[in-house]
């Protein structure tokens, strides 16, 4: 769970890159980043598949609800619905 979280939060960080003066690079540098979690995820589960079957399936779904879990906390913070001091 914790790359996964680890990912969505870096990804959401990596956001702030996009900025007026520059948008389309800003654009280029979030996709960059978010297209390394996913390779990193992706090479993690493949080592595992290789090397380690029996942790695969742990990893997956930790991985899994990382990446949700976050991410509805991201999202309701974002929403609004809660007010979350800073």
């Given at each position: 769970?914790?790359?996964g979280?680890?990912?969505?939060?870096?990804?959401?960080?990596?956001?702030?890159?996009?900025?007026p003066?520059?948008?389309l690079?800003?654009?280029?540098?979030?996709?960059?980043?978010n297209?390394?979690c996913?390779?990193?995820?992706?090479?993690?589960?493949?080592?595992?598949?290789?090397?380690?079957?029996?942790?695969?399936?742990?990893?997956?779904?930790?991985?899994?609800?990382?990446?949700?879990?976050?991410?509805?906390?991201?999202?309701?913070?974002?929403?609004?619905?809660?007010?979350?001091?800073d």
């Amino acid at each position: 769970m914790f790359f996964g979280a680890a990912f969505i939060i870096l990804v959401r960080k990596s956001a702030r890159l996009v900025i007026p003066e520059d948008p389309l690079g800003g654009m280029v540098r979030l996709l960059a980043v978010n297209a390394l979690c996913m390779l990193l995820a992706v090479s993690v589960l493949g080592i595992l598949f290789v090397y380690l079957r029996a942790a695969l399936a742990p990893f997956g779904i930790g991985l899994m609800f990382g990446f949700i879990g976050t991410a509805v906390v991201q999202f309701v913070r974002s929403s609004g619905a809660v007010r979350i001091s800073d």
